[in-house]
Every structure is written in structure tokens, then in C-alpha cells.
């Protein structure tokens, strides 16, 4: 990891300029996580505006290691979850030398070995990190963290690449409204639960704003029983921390519809992440 001495914290950009103020924070919340630091460290040094920067890179292993040493589970989900949140903002294959962010932020001051070597020790961490995958998916079978099940299957799927079901996960994060597109006629369609039965149906315009608005009956399919793999995944995935509205879900998430416009047939999976 960059040692937390190195001259480099004070090349690596981030959302308001160089990072040389992350070590102290870095340090501060492996003595006292849970606290203002924290919050000052994640969402606007390392994740700011849904971004992430050059110096995200080099402090994901450190919140890693914090981690992996914890006795606190609440420690432990509340990192897995941030980092998951980190990733899925990540536009990196795996196999990338150079991050994206190091050529759009543009750090001409550090060598491509020192940026290489930054993004191998956060793949790193990621691996080292999903190795507490099963304690994470026991936390959540606990019953006591049902509010944070589906970031965790957030965070759980930007870990194995599925980011744009990560983003969709996150996007809709309440679980309360989804949107998919019709890719015949480009408009958007908006899925709402009937109250108290998680049942989906799709409406033209958001029921929200126009309490009127029509209702289109979706066919639901076993979202098992596709061909997407990472619908299959997520559905495994959710079944073994019991996210009960997710599992009510997902089967119209899966399913087909008449375009509300156009009338075409729809897919309401791949309609998703258009």
C-alpha cells in the first residue's frame, strides 16, 4: 500500500484538489470509525457527486485493512458496502494498468509504475475484501441489518463486475419505483409496487405526478429460469439473505410488457440499463 508518509498523497487529485489531507483521516478512523472524519473522508474526499478520484485508488486498501482487522461487524458491513459503492462507480476492467480517473484527472506527476502499482493494491483489496462475503451474507440472514440488504447485494455485485446491476441496484435503492426504457420507441416506463402486495405494474407517466395515470400489467417470468447470469446471481444472491421485496421484484423485473407507448413487447431486464 502507499505508505501513508509518501510525497505521492500530495499528487493524487481529488474532488477539491491534491489529497494530502486523507492519511490523517485514514489514520483517525482506525482509531474511531464511526465518526465526522469518516463521513468527511468517504462521501467527500474518496466519493464525491457519485465519483470517485486518484486518491480513491490509493485509500481503498486501507479502509480494507481496517476491515479485515475489525472485531466490530458494523465495521465490516458498513465498509464492505462503501467500497462495494466505490467500485461500482469504478469504469475499470480488472486488467486495466491505468485507471481511468489517473488519465481524466490528469497526474502528470506521477510515473505509470506508481499509478500501476496503486491500482494493483486496490485489486488487491478487493479480493482480500469479498473474502468476507459469507460473514457479510450471515450479518444480513441475522435479520438485523434489513435496511442495508440491498447494498449489500449492491456492493456484493460491483465485486464480481456486475456493475451495471450494482448502479440499478443503487439507483433504486428504496425499491419503491423503477424505470426501463422502451428500446423501440426510447421512452421511459415507470414500475411501481401496488401497495402492501409488491406486485409491479408499468405506467406512462409517473404515477407520483400523475396520480391518474393508466396501468400496464407486467408477465412476470422465474427470474432463475433466464438467461442472464447476472440476474441469476442476484436472484441466488437474494435469496440467501432473504431481501423479501427484492425477491417480489425481481420476477416482473425479469418479466414482459407492452410498450405503455408504442406497444412493442419489452424486456423489462435489459430495459433497465438503457
Request: charged share 25%.
Amino acid at each position: 500500500m502507499l505508505d501513508l508518509a509518501s510525497p505521492v498523497w500530495g499528487k493524487l487529485q481529488g474532488p477539491h484538489g491534491l489529497s494530502d489531507r486523507i492519511p490523517a483521516l485514514i489514520q483517525h478512523i482506525g482509531h474511531d470509525y464511526f465518526s465526522e472524519e469518516k463521513e468527511e473522508l468517504y462521501w467527500e474526499l474518496l466519493y464525491h457527486q457519485n465519483t470517485i478520484y486518484p486518491c480513491t485508488y490509493a485509500a481503498f486498501p486501507y479502509l480494507v485493512e481496517i476491515a479485515l482487522k475489525t472485531e466490530d461487524p458494523d465495521i465490516l458491513l458498513d465498509i464492505f458496502i462503501s467500497c462495494g459503492i466505490f467500485e461500482a462507480s469504478s469504469e475499470n476492467a480488472p486488467h486495466l494498468d491505468v485507471p481511468s480517473e489517473f488519465l481524466r484527472d490528469q497526474t502528470p506527476l506521477l510515473d505509470n509504475e506508481t499509478i500501476r502499482e496503486i491500482y494493483r493494491e486496490y485489486r488487491h483489496a478487493i479480493l482480500s475484501l469479498t473474502g468476507q462475503t459469507e460473514s457479510i451474507l450471515h450479518l444480513a440472514r441475522m435479520g438485523e441489518h434489513d435496511a442495508d440488504k440491498r447494498y449489500i447485494l449492491a456492493a456484493d455485485a460491483a465485486f464480481r463486475g456486475d456493475k451495471d446491476i450494482a448502479n440499478m441496484l443503487l439507483t433504486f435503492s428504496a425499491g419503491d419505483e423503477y424505470v426501463t426504457v422502451c428500446p423501440s420507441c426510447d421512452q421511459s416506463i415507470y414500475l411501481w409496487p401496488v401497495e402492501e402486495e409488491e406486485i409491479l405494474f408499468a405506467y406512462e407517466d409517473d404515477p407520483v405526478s400523475h396520480g391518474t395515470a393508466k396501468r400496464f400489467s407486467i408477465v412476470p417470468k422465474r427470474p432463475d429460469m433466464t438467461n442472464d447470469s447476472g440476474l441469476q446471481r442476484l436472484y441466488q444472491r437474494a435469496l440467501e439473505i432473504r431481501d423479501k421485496k427484492l425477491l417480489a421484484h425481481l420476477p416482473y423485473l425479469a418479466g414482459e410488457l407492452n410498450c405503455c407507448s408504442c406497444d412493442a413487447p419489452i424486456q423489462v431486464w435489459s430495459g433497465l440499463f438503457l
